[in-house]
């Protein structure tokens, strides 16, 4: 039986991320929510106006440099009592693969839509990769200060791309220059945004036909405004459906706010939504039983390893998903790869680059550890039970180029490097069967000059890049054991080792790819590993 305390653990905890095309807000909306959660106290610590821009993430040039946010961090804070875990994704959409695998380890999603511009193409693939394992998605519809396209438009792209129905929670009462506030079809309040003429923020208002209600609200948002916002309330009412729990969960429904994050305005909507909607810490499936966060018996995942968090420590840290039962300093955990007991003497949890030494933590928590080079992505830890938690995704890379060093004495340093860096996924490291050099593989070309400036800081390494002539490479698996060694043999020039002494196949072009796929029937060609 489960002691009270861990229950109310579990049921007190939230693990989200936060989905955005670049540019929609998702930084400010970060920043703001740990400003209400009190985890900051002045906001403007995550990405700093002005001089100070960068602040949190500026562990590496390459990110200072050009403004980008090539790294990952978690956060986590308390907002009414309840103990939410932000996990924060790379704002480039090179480093994609990052945030997919990011995905695994929370619960729910927060996507934000700019308001002006609707869904957008980074929005899209992320929200696709949500689908795979039916994430629950809350929807804010942000920057309704500047002038917005029509929310019943928004909310019909929104239910085409995202496939699921919108269940609008607050309204808006126009935008822009006129944007007045939202109207919340559930507490039947309005919430003004900025109006000096109201000395509260909200307004109860239950019925819009109420006389005297009316008249106050003509007054303050002007009368065709109000007759406006009157009959387009009615008319959604009727359209979409109300909000059903049991369909959000079951991501089917996506409860719609609006607001702006930059006016400080609707944050306390999506976080209550947070709070009361996203379903506390889930099970996760491993190859052997699903694991449920209720179980005492310790397990977790590695979904990201990030190095160089500190510069100071020059060291990596291995980020844990707790699937199941209570971190406690010192426990002895089972590294189910390597078959081995670890006593875990110490783990950190995060706030904003900050790391902060942690005696105890439950399912839905992300915990650092210290990796000394024995922790991969993907890895699992109990306290030993032999099982191996799936769903965390490794994505066939998309660009290619060969390695080259510039003094080639370094190769020792090289290969130690590149399987260091593979190993954090910044990038994956094929050898041809055929030769000896390596061939990098990447989703974003970012990703490759992130390479090129660890390994000179790093490992004191200078390398250079060669174009190869691949574009397209799946791993291959076997139907019949015998049909390996031909093709092998066959197609020896295009086929490579990953780290992982997986095969894979690397393609000159797609009607190359599409030749071998169909004579070769008996093997399977995966754009995605495990
Ligand atoms: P991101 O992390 O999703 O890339 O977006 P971020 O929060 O950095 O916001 C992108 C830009 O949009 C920023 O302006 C930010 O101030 C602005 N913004 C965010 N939310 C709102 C909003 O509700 N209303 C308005 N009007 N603007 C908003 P910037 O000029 O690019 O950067 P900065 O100089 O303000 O940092």
Redesign the pocket.
């Known amino acids: 039986m489960f002691d009270k305390t861990y229950t109310k653990e579990l049921t007190k905890r939230r693990t989200f991320a936060i989905i955005?095309?670049?540019?929609?807000?998702?930084?400010?909306?970060?920043?703001k929510m740990l400003f209400f959660g009190k985890a900051i106290h002045i906001s403007g610590v995550i990405?700093g106006?002005?001089n100070q821009?960068y602040a949190k993430s500026d562990w590496m040039n390459i990110e200072k440099a050009r403004g980008i946010?090539v790294t990952t961090s978690v956060m986590q804070f308390t907002y009414k009592n309840i103990l939410i875990n932000l996990l924060d994704t790379p704002?480039h959409q090179d480093f994609s693969e990052d945030t997919y695998r990011i995905l695994t380890a929370v619960d729910c999603c927060l996507v934000?839509i700019d308001a002006a511009k609707g869904i957008e193409e980074r929005t899209k693939k992320l929200i696709e990769v949500t689908r795979i394992q039916n994430t629950p998605i809350i929807t804010f519809i942000?920057?309704?200060?500047?002038d917005s396209r029509e929310p019943i438009s928004l909310l019909d792209e929104i239910e085409k791309e995202l496939t699921m129905n919108c269940v609008p929670i607050t309204w808006p009462i126009s935008c822009g220059k006129n944007f007045q506030g939202v109207y919340h079809l559930y507490e039947k309040k309005i919430y003004f945004y900025k109006n000096k003429l109201v000395k509260k923020q909200s307004f109860f208002l239950d019925d819009f036909t109420d006389f005297s209600n009316s008249v106050f609200l003509k007054k303050m948002i002007g009368s065709d405004l109000y007759e406006y916002i009157y009959q387009e309330l009615e008319l959604i009412i009727h359209i979409y459906s109300k909000f059903n729990h049991k369909n959000f969960l079951q991501a089917i429904d996506t409860p719609i706010f609006f607001?702006?994050?930059?006016?400080e305005?609707g944050i306390d909507h999506i976080l209550n939504s947070l709070i009361n909607w996203a379903p506390s810490p889930l099970y996760r499936k491993s190859n052997k039983r699903q694991v449920n966060p209720q179980e005492k018996k310790f397990t977790g995942f590695i979904f990201k390893i990030q190095a160089n968090m500190d510069l100071k420590h020059r060291d990596r840290i291995a980020f844990m998903r707790i699937v199941s039962g209570q971190y406690k300093k010192g426990m002895k955990l089972k590294h189910i790869r390597i078959k081995k007991y670890i006593t875990i003497s110490d783990a950190f949890s995060f706030l904003a680059g900050e790391r902060i030494s942690i005696k105890e933590a439950y399912p839905g928590d992300i915990i650092g550890l210290h990796n000394h080079g024995t922790i991969k992505i993907g890895d699992t830890f109990t306290e030993g039970e032999d099982l191996k938690f799936i769903g965390i995704p490794i994505f066939a890379p998309e660009i290619f180029r060969q390695i080259c060093l510039q003094n080639p004495l370094k190769q020792k340093q090289l290969k130690k490097g590149l399987i260091e860096l593979s190993e954090e996924g910044t990038i994956q490291v094929f050898r041809p069967i055929m030769n000896n050099y390596c061939i990098l593989g990447a989703i974003g070309i970012l990703q490759f000059d992130v390479v090129i400036e660890r390994l000179k800081i790093e490992y004191n390494i200078d390398a250079i890049y060669k174009k190869v002539n691949i574009i397209l490479a799946r791993w291959i698996r076997f139907k019949n054991d015998h049909s390996i060694n031909d093709f092998k043999k066959k197609y020896s020039s295009y086929i490579a080792y990953d780290t992982n002494n997986s095969l894979i196949y690397l393609a000159p072009s797609v009607a190359n790819l599409h030749i071998v796929m169909t004579q070769n029937t008996d093997i399977f060609f995966d754009k995605i590993r495990e």
Do not use: V, W, Y
Not at 20 to 31: C, F, L, M, N
Not at 259 to 263: I, P
């Open positions: 955005s095309h670049p540019d929609a807000g998702k930084t400010t909306i970060t920043e990405k106006r002005g821009k946010s704002g934000i942000n920057k309704l200060d500047r607001g702006s994050a930059l006016g305005f």
